[in-house]
């Protein structure tokens, strides 16, 4: 009994741990689930495992014989609870969805628990180190990468005023941008409406295309949202 305990105990703390190091890192860049929520889900996939593989110490009186276990039951349902919780950090802000690291890190913590909770410690904690070093590490890398941007783009000018679309498409181009399509619209008969998805290699790009518009006295409004994850 005094062994069983003992082991119970040894996972759970285990899992505090992890669950408390990816936390920590979340908390660190500001992220909406940090340290408190990763060490609970941690913790929480970690007791229900082990009421999983414990049965037979709350089958009181029952045959061991007679007790079937099947504890990857209860780790298919704590994935897809999880599913919930990662959900509810993931919000779309203008044409950026953010959340979704932090919803994958959710994910992860909950499986390493279940790995506590049936006493893979080996296998716990060198997917623990795995999981900082992915996402702490992996965001130097990612910094240091060439990647395309890509960003959402409306131009408002007074009606009378308004560039043709070879001339918008010229200005895009000239700082750089690639331009899928354009769409028009004229809103309230008054301004007429640029929207278009650009692509480019720069962020800076974007702060040039941005500095130019602004000191444009025919563009009435304009808005540059980058789709970064």
Not at 17 to 24: E, K, V
Not at 69 to 80: E, F, K, L, N, S
Not at 85 to 111: D, N, P, Q, Y
Request: glycine share 8%; with cysteine; net charge neutral.
């Amino acid at each position: 009994m005094l062994n069983d305990f003992l082991e119970i105990a040894l996972s759970l703390v285990a899992a505090l741990a992890a669950g408390s190091l990816i936390g920590l890192e979340r908390t660190y860049h500001g992220r909406p689930a940090g340290f408190r929520t990763h060490a609970l889900v941690c913790v929480a996939s970690a007791l229900l495992m082990l009421v999983s593989v414990y049965q037979w110490r709350w089958f009181v009186g029952t045959p061991l014989e007679a007790i079937r276990t099947d504890p990857t039951r209860m780790a298919q349902g704590i994935m897809t609870g999880i599913g919930f919780l990662g959900a509810g950090v993931i919000f779309k802000e203008g044409a950026t969805v953010r959340g979704l690291t932090t919803a994958a890190s959710i994910w992860i913590t909950a499986a390493l628990g279940i790995l506590f909770g049936v006493g893979f410690y080996d296998t716990a904690i060198l997917g623990t180190v795995l999981a900082l070093g992915a996402l702490a590490g992996f965001r130097r890398f990612e910094r240091r990468m060439p990647v395309q941007v890509f960003a959402n783009i409306r131009v408002c000018f007074p009606r009378d005023r308004a560039p043709d679309t070879e001339a918008m498409t010229a200005l895009l181009a000239e700082h750089g941008f690639s331009v899928s399509a354009i769409h028009h619209a004229l809103l309230e008969g008054r301004t007429y409406e640029y929207r278009t998805v650009v692509r480019t290699d720069r962020q800076a790009r974007l702060d040039r295309l941005s500095k130019t518009l602004l000191d444009r006295d025919d563009v009435v409004d304009f808005a540059i949202e980058p789709t970064a994850d």
